[in-house]
């Protein structure tokens, strides 16, 4: 299916400050697929962002949140039991 995005679902995360740079390092722990157990998780780079990105990630994170509750819940299209 085209349509199909691969999810990979986040088991953690390192966040740190890099002073000496005024930078925010962020590390992620991933899983790709159901069945890879969660202390075999991977994990990213470490990614540096400025502290303007940092609260902007943190600002769009929060608005995803609350827009992904301010939506009913709505059942998948199908045939019903």
Same mark, same amino acid.
């Given at each position: #299916?085209?349509?199909?995005?691969?999810?990979?679902?986040?088991?953690?995360?390192?966040?740190?400050?890099?002073?000496?740079?005024?930078?925010?390092?962020?590390?992620?722990?991933?899983?790709?697929?159901? #069945?890879?157990?969660?202390?075999?998780?991977?994990?990213?780079?470490?990614? *540096?962002?400025?502290?303007?990105?940092?609260?902007?990630? *943190?600002? %769009?994170?929060?608005?995803?949140?609350?827009?992904?509750?301010?939506?009913?819940?709505?059942? %998948?299209?199908?045939?019903?039991?």
């Amino acid at each position: #299916m085209e349509d199909e995005i691969h999810i990979c679902p986040i088991t953690g995360w390192s966040i740190g400050p890099v002073k000496a740079l005024e930078v925010v390092t962020l590390k992620l722990g991933f899983i790709t697929n159901a #069945m890879q157990p969660l202390d075999e998780a991977n994990e990213s780079p470490i990614f *540096a962002i400025t502290p303007k990105q940092a609260l902007e990630l *943190a600002d %769009a994170l929060q608005r995803t949140v609350q827009k992904l509750h301010s939506v009913e819940f709505q059942p %998948a299209p199908g045939p019903r039991h």
